[in-house]
């Protein structure tokens, strides 16, 4: 195992792995960021009530579903290994997909989002887990950037996209769900030729390797547990209001065209690429990643202040829009991904993750339904309540962050069995 554990040469096909499971990331945004757009159009087609929206905005990629696939996938992942559930849920969620494409019934768009979901949960642990496990020790932190990369350049496509397929209305949004279909079908056929993760067949040689939730209990993964979940959830329920902001700040920016609008979000989340590749990739290796998080939460900090501190000017906005992306890019949803695979030993990590990410994600989908009574409170006062959010989220970062920069997954683990 020493081979494995302490390679420090970094291969093409190491890259290659990274990128066909960060795909995943890509597939989890851009399905939410294109759901929410065809549900727009569905609701008039259909007649939808805006509590059926509700319902299928929370049990889909973006909440509800995808937990509850994260949760199942996970356990599946630890127990039959990486590569089985990250080669076959594809298939699923092309399935799943495909249902969206060709809908021609509201209960076509519930069953598909609800497949939809659970599968890019799925995909999710198993993805996340095999990146770090694959990874060169001296660069895992490198590599789970490009997954988050991929997540940031998926609403970016889907948008440009959907901005070029407009005049075609409720066909242009199924395009838009093909592309991800195939690109899930392409996937299944690539990942086919991938080998299984060296480090998780090595975790099945022991007498009896443990791939229960009971595992986790223990007060050294339970601490952890907490901490990705109250750091990352935190910012998660920023993130999932946020999107009340967004049209308010472009409509007081002027972008009063379709065309504006999708720009300025393809523009920001540009930057948010930029902070992950020029921040969070050439250093989390290499700092002391507990500072480098806590910079990004005073960042985001002061960004999100802005808004409930002075009026909505379009410097403002601007300077707002590239605070939170530069600093999200290097903040708490790219170490939650990272710290989630560190802190767990191989035969629970992807259980670990998805039993986190499922926390995070089915929080949202019930928080989302009291979304609109705080829409309701106002501007300002919706501003103070998400700085609130980011400011929790910084504080159990900058108190819980683990310092695993440059360290083996083995080292990692023995040092909390010495601890």
Sequence with gaps: ?????????????????????????????????????????????????NDTIGLIGAFGPNAIGAGVGALLGGWLCDKLGRKKIYQWDMLIYAFGMSMLVFAVAPWMIVTGFLIVGLAVGADIPASWSLIAEQAPDNRRGKHSGVAQVLWYLGPVVVLLLSLALTSLGELGARIVFAHLVVIALGLTLLRSRMAESKRWVESQKSDAPTHGISTLLKPKYLTSILGLVGMYGFWNLWAGTNGFFFPYILRTMGAASQAQSVAIQAFSFFIGMVSI???FMKLSDKVNQRTLFIVSAIIQVIGMALLAVFPLTIPIALLYVFLLQFGGGFGAQSFFQL????????????????????????????????????????????????TGFLVVSGLIGAIWAPRNEGKSLEQLEAERHAS
């Design 339 to 386: 710290w989630s695979a560190e802190q767990f030993p191989t035969a629970v990590r992807a259980t670990a993750q998805g039993l986190c990410f499922a926390v995070v994600r089915i929080t949202l989908g019930v928080f989302s339904f009291f979304v609109p009574m705080l829409t309701a409170t106002g501007f300002t006062n919706l501003a103070w309540i998400l």
């Design 1 to 49: 195992m020493a081979t494995a554990a302490g390679e420090h040469l970094d291969s093409g096909d190491n890259w290659r792995n990274t990128i066909l499971a960060g795909l995943a990331n890509y597939i989890d945004a851009g399905s939410i960021v294109s759901g929410a757009a065809a549900l727009a159009l569905w609701q008039e087609s259909y007649h939808l009530s």
């Design 277 to 279: 590749y020029f921040v």
